[in-house]
């Protein structure tokens, strides 16, 4: 009973829902080692034990006429399955074990169908050949009188179709392929070789020279097993069944082969292209050979030649490479580097081009004279409230419209001492200038400074006496004070213009603007507009949100959105102009002061802007003055040994600092006054000067000099910040130029220390030596000019010549010691750690007085 109860436990398969599929997997084992798990599903209901093979149809016999082939006998009905009582383990690899051998039987009986088609195949091949071979031989034995209907190429009845007394057995026939048949032809009768001996056979005649061509595709398809049992479309469409195509690569070749070799045969030597070779100064092999479309190699080679071991990235001479394009054949044009410079005075317009344009004038006068609040009164404006210290410190382009819709532009140039580089700037690119002096004050050193760059410039100018509404105030003075420097007013004779005016009171500016007015109708002022641009830089600053700027003044032609252009040593495309009352403009025609933006970088102010044709253009006129500007920058004096040895003895003291600023002009201003601080004794060294905020850069460059930072106009960034606080860093900020100078003069002077000034005392002349203790000597001396007094410095000279610098120990007249000793006296000295005195030395008393230095 257990045994039972055992078994059935064993046996018992798990609770479930029934499965019409099972699966498991099943490993499989094949060569070198290599195994394989198969997933294998088995439908219990599908479950194919294997029977005997089909019984394949018997072949037809070959025709004429086929007997249809039989039909196939019905399989065997299949057995239901008994019930067994296998694992399902055993169930799989059983059920595998009888697919394979299925597997197997159906390979092998395609394998015998495919050989019985062969041999088919070739039956039915020999029997074709025995065929005509058979009508071949009956065309020899019909007589020669019915050729003459073969060589119309028809059958005795002339549409080609069958004779009527054709076999009825042909229609019953007609199921089965019919014998090809032949016309009967007699052949023409051609002179047998000698040599040639007849074959005869019992059926059929050969020809003596004719062998029966012998099937190979069998032998082929023998090699091709492992493509038999498959159709192809090689198979399907080619009479060779199963021969083995050439690959589609292969293919190409031959085709890409074929190509070359006809397009070789079509193709004829063309004529050397002489081509127009620009060669610069210095160039390399590579780029030569790019330009005379040749291969560098071969200029490699022609220089072997000439006995220079070159490779293809060295740079050679304008010399060489005129002999290199000379020997290919090519024509040179030798240019230098200059060319690529943009040279615009040579650039002339015609004269019908020209148009009238508004009148330039700039401004100029000393400090505090009211230059900007005349500008103010003329445009309406209230600039100067925005300045500090009350002083411009920039240089300022404005245009007004006057009553009559006539333009003018105006330019403001600083007053202060240190903007001489903006006055010359102002003074060089204007039409009129307009002295502004101050009726109360007369003419200063920057007034006179001013009358000097106008008399550089070669431009007209027009006094305005300024402050008239004053008390104190006495144009007439002013008059005569300006007949010192050669300016003769209009009042006094002479041929320049002068206005009283006050800006305060806002009298005298239309007659100010008549004056300038007349003055431009006299210059005939004409630019031609229809052109690209040129402009003058009057001022340059870095902007934090919107990058570069640049404050220009066309000269002539049209400044439009979107122009290429290059200035100085940077270029850049127009993305926006900005006129003086902060509007966007499309484009600015001559005279006319705009903001440009789109500059690569800060331009210095003074330069000229001009637009070219495209980028390239730009950037290679950019490139070529950054590197004429680097040589400048960093040519030397040629070292000499006199040089060396002066600045190792030089004991100068260098003072270094970073400067930097809001707008370029600036920055000239405050470099020019820093370096005109420097003297003998201390000398002022920019480490770096620029445009914009105080970046970490900068921080770190002052760090590392130990120099402070001047931030004029400026603050550091945020992270500049931080730098600045963990590297304690000094900064000085400053709003007004003059602070910074008088800041800047006292730091150099706390630098050097107080300075030192000798006064001289009294002089003796030693007469004796006498031994004072065991080392020290006593000098007797009778005392020439002045005193000689106890614990002054003393120099001992002999011949005029320095022996020593010591102090005066001791003092005695006889044997008492005194404090001082005066003219025509005698006494006795003890001079401090020095022996070397000797009958005729001078003494020299002096002391020294220490006084705060400036610079």
């Known amino acids: ?67 249809p082939a039989p039909v196939a006998a019905k399989p065997a009905p299949r057995k239901a399955p008994a019930p067994s009582n296998e694992t399902r383990q055993e169930i799989q690899a059983r059920l595998l074990r009888e697919a394979e051998e299925a597997r197997l039987a ?37 007589p020669v009188e019915s050729g003459a209907e073969a060589d119309a190429g028809l059958a005795p009845d002339q549409d080609g179709s069958a004779p009527d007394d054709a076999p009825d057995g042909a229609e019953a026939d007609a199921a089965s392929p019919a014998p090809r048949r032949f016309t009967p032809v007699a052949p023409v009768k051609r002179a047998e070789p000698k040599d040639a001996k007849p074959v005869r056979d019992d059926k059929e005649v050969r020809r003596p020279d004719k062998k029966a061509p012998r099937d190979t595709r069998g032998d082929s398809n023998r090699n091709d097993r492992r493509r038999g049992g498959k159709l192809t479309v090689n198979r399907a469409l080619n009479d060779d069944e199963g021969a083995r195509a050439r690959s589609l690569a292969a293919l190409k070749r031959a085709r890409e082969k074929e190509r070359r ?92 081009s020209l148009q009238t344009r508004p009148p330039v004038v700039t401004i100029m006068g000393h400090v505090d004279h009211g230059k900007t609040s005349l500008l103010d009164a003329l445009r ?50 204007t039409d009129i200038v307009v002295l502004v002096v101050a009726a109360d004050d007369g003419l200063m050193p920057q007034t006179i400074e001013a009358i000097n760059h106008t008399k550089a410039a070669g431009v007209p100018m027009i006094v305005a006496i300024n402050k008239c509404d004053k008390p104190e105030a006495k144009p007439q003075k002013i008059r005569e004070r300006l007949l010192e420097h050669e300016i003769v007013v209009e009042a006094m004779s002479g041929d320049v213009q002068d206005v009283e005016v006050s800006a305060k009171a806002k009298t005298g500016l239309d007659e100010l603007i008549d004056k300038i007015l007349l003055q431009a109708d006299l210059l005939e002022l004409r630019a031609n507009p ?162 914009g905020a105080i970046t970490e850069s900068d921080v770190t460059l002052a760090s590392a000099s130990n120099a402070p930072i001047i931030g004029f106009n400026v603050r550091p960034n945020a ?41 001289v005392v009294g002089r003796a002349e030693v007469k004796e030596i006498f031994p004072a203790g065991k080392k020290d000597k006593a000098a007797g001396l009778l005392v020439t000019e002045g005193a000689i007094r106890k614990g002054l410095f003393a120099r001992l000279t002999r011949d005029d010549v320095i022996v020593s610098k010591t102090t005066i120990a001791s003092l005695r007249r006889f044997k008492d010691d005194v404090d001082e000793v005066r003219t025509g006296l005698e006494c006795g000295v003890v001079l401090q750690d020095t022996n070397d005195i000797k009958p005729g030395d001078s003494l020299e008393v002096f002391e020294v007085e220490e006084r705060e230095r400036v610079l």
């Open 1 to 67: 009973m257990s045994d039972t109860e055992d078994k059935t436990t064993r046996t018992r398969k798990p609770l479930g829902l029934k499965r019409s599929v099972e699966a498991g997997e099943v490993k499989q084992t094949f060569s070198h080692g290599r195994t394989n798990k198969v997933v294998v599903e088995v439908k219990r209901r599908k479950i194919v034990k294997p029977g005997s093979a089909p019984v394949e149809a018997a072949p037809p016999p070959p025709p004429p006429p086929a007997a």
């Open 106 to 142: 159906a390979m092998e009986e395609a394998n015998r169908r495919e050989e019985e088609e062969r041999q088919r195949a070739h039956e039915e091949e020999k029997r074709r050949a025995e065929e005509n071979r058979r009508a071949e031989a009956e065309q020899v034995e019909i």
């Open 261 to 352: 070799a006809q397009f070789a045969g079509q193709q004829q030597p063309r004529e050397k292209q002489v081509r127009d070779v620009v060669v610069p100064e210095a160039i390399t092999v590579q780029e030569l050979a790019n330009r005379m479309a040749e291969k560098g190699a071969d200029l490699v080679k022609a220089l072997f030649n000439m006995g220079m071991m070159v490779t293809v990235n060295q740079t050679i001479d304008a010399d060489t490479a005129e002999l290199l394009v000379e020997e290919f054949g090519h024509r040179i044009e030798r240019v230098s580097e200059s060319d690529v410079d943009i040279d615009t005075s040579v650039d002339l317009d015609p004269e019908e």
């Open 380 to 429: 309406g404006t209230d600039v100067v409230k925005g300045e500090a210290g009350g002083i411009t410190q920039h240089i300022g382009a404005y245009q007004i419209t006057t009553k009559d819709k006539h333009k003018l532009t105006f330019l403001d140039t600083p007053g202060h001492e240190a903007f001489t580089e903006m006055r010359a700037r102002g003074a060089n690119v």
């Open 530 to 691: 229809a052109r690209a641009a040129e402009a003058a830089v009057i001022e340059a600053k870095l902007d934090k949100g919107k990058g570069p700027l640049a404050t220009v003044l066309v000269n002539r032609g049209t400044l439009r959105t979107g122009d290429v252009f290059v200035v100085g040593t940077q270029s850049g495309r127009v993305r926006a102009m900005i006129d003086d009352k902060g509007k966007q403009v499309k484009e600015a025609g001559p005279s006319t002061p705009v903001e440009v933006l789109g500059l690569g970088g800060v331009p210095m102010a003074g330069d000229m802007l001009t637009v070219v044709e495209n980028e390239q253009r730009a950037r290679e006129v950019a490139q070529y003055r950054q590197e004429k500007a680097t040589e400048m920058r960093t040519a030397t004096a040629p070292a000499s040994l006199d040089a060396m040895f002066s600045n190792l003895k030089s004991d100068v003291i260098e003072f270094p600092l970073l400067v930097k600023a809001d707008v370029q002009g600036s920055v000239e201003a405050i470099n020019t006054a820093l370096h005109n601080l420097s003297n003998d004794e201390i000398k002022v060294r920019i480490l770096h000067s620029g445009v």
């Open 719 to 759: 992270k500049a910040r931080e730098l600045i606080e963990r590297n304690k860093t000094r900064m000085m900020y400053y709003d007004v130029i003059y602070h910074l100078t008088e800041e800047i003069a006292k730091e150099m002077a706390g630098e050097l220390g107080p300075e030192k000034i000798e006064h």
